[in-house]
Every structure is written in C-alpha cells, then in structure tokens.
T-cell receptor, first 115, second 110 residues
Framework: EAQVTQNPRYLITVTGKKLTVTCSQN?????MSWYRQDPGLGLRQIYY???????DKGDVPEGYKVSRKEKRNFPLILESPSPNQTSLYFC??????????????FGEGSWLTVV | AQSVTQPDIHITVSEGASLELRCNYS??????LFWYVQSPGQGLQLLLK??????LVQGIKGFEAEFKRSQSSFNLRKPSVHWSDAAEYFC????????FGAGTRLTVKP
C-alpha cells in the first residue's frame, strides 16, 4: 500500500531536548516536504526536498533542520525545541516537483508538544 | 508570490443542504489547484485537483469545484451535504511549493 509514514505520532518533550520526527515513503517519490499546521494558519511549509541531497527552505524553516540521505526518508530535526514549535506536523511526498501538479500524499501527522 | 485565501473560517449548513466553500488564489501563471479535507484527528485527503482543461472538476465523495480564472477562484461545491462531511477543508495552490489556505471548518446540523 502506498503510504507516507511518520513517527512518532504523538510526543511531549521539554524545551531544548533535541528530537527527530522520522518520515518514510514507499512510492519512490522524488519530492518530500514538511509542513506544520496551526489553528487559523493552515499548513505552512517548513522544508522541502527535490531529491536526494537536495533540500530547500520553505516558509517557516527557523528552528528546524532536515536531511535527505536516502530517497525514501526525510527526517525533521528540532535541535533545540521551544514551546512555539508545539504544533501538528505533516510529512508529504510527491512523484516529482517539476510539473507541479502531481498529487501530494500526506502522512497522518505528528502531534508535538514542547513544554 | 502564490497565495490562497479562504474567506470563511467556519460554515454551518444543515444536512441535505447545498454547500459552497470559497477559495481565492494569487498565482503568476496557470495555477495547479487542489482541495483537501481533514477529518478530526486525521491527515489530509485529496478531494480533487485542477491542472488544465475542463474548468469544472469532479472529485470524490460527491464534491466538485469550478475554476474561474477571471475571478481567481476555485470554489468547492456539493449539492447535498451529509453529516459525515463535517471536517476542515483546505484549498491549495501548488507548483514548486504548495501553499495552503487557512482552512474552512464545516459543521453539519442534523
């Protein structure tokens, strides 16, 4: 089954404690992306990746890092989480970015609370 | 720069009534437009998408949307709403990066 898998789905952590949210897709997609969803703001893009070893900042990259060492994986790293990073995070993937109209597949989301 | 506006934060309709959710976009070229639905506690599910061609697109669950270039709109419609349609709906415009609207929460009254 085609899917985007995120882990953990729920996490409560403390300020400053590094954490990683993993994302894996099994569709051989080139394009992967991270979004955060906050009430009244919709989904905002954090980082995206066009292919292996190619990553770019989205609209709200501050406080986050990503890496794309393998095609299927695109982890989101919070080196020093702060309470304003409490949010619902979605990983997404798409076959390619070039055409722009490819369907984007979303993971089920990761609820992150930073206290 | 591309952007999406969903003017209605919250809409309430009665079950069986018709529905229209508004979406306006700003984009420099021919837009790629999407509607997604998010049920409580769930991820996003694609309802429909527009790339080119027929401006009236059909989606899943009985939804349709009409692209109107002159109005920069891509409104979502359904002729008869079911209680299970209660959810949050997001319009998005995508090319290199996908930009989402802030969402419209739909409540369905019995």
């Amino acid at each position: 089954e085609a899917q985007v898998t995120q882990n953990p789905r729920y996490l409560i952590t403390v300020t400053g404690k590094k954490l990683t949210v993993t994302c894996s897709q099994n569709m051989n997609h080139e394009y992967m992306s991270w979004y955060r969803q906050d009430p009244g703001l919709g989904l905002r893009q954090i980082y995206y990746s066009m292919n292996v070893e190619v990553t770019d900042k989205g609209d709200v990259p501050e406080g986050y890092k990503v890496s794309r060492k393998e095609k299927r994986n695109f982890p989101l790293i919070l080196e020093s989480p702060s309470p304003n990073q409490t949010s619902l995070y979605f990983c997404a993937s798409s076959l390619s970015r070039g055409i722009g109209g490819n369907t984007i597949y979303f993971g089920e989301g990761s609820w992150l609370t930073v206290v | 720069a591309q952007s999406v506006t969903q003017p209605d934060i919250h809409i309430t309709v009665s079950e069986g009534a018709s529905l229209e959710l508004r979406c306006n976009y700003s984009y420099g070229a021919t837009p790629y437009l999407f509607w997604y639905v998010q049920s409580p506690g769930q991820g996003l599910q694609l309802l429909l998408k527009y790339f080119s061609g027929d401006t009236l697109v059909q989606g899943i669950k009985g939804f349709e949307a009409e692209f109107k270039r002159s109005q920069s709109s891509f409104n979502l419609r359904k002729p008869s709403v079911h209680w299970s349609d209660a959810a949050e709906y997001f319009c998005a415009v995508g090319a290199r990066n996908m930009r989402f609207g802030a969402g419209t929460r739909l409540t369905v009254k019995p």
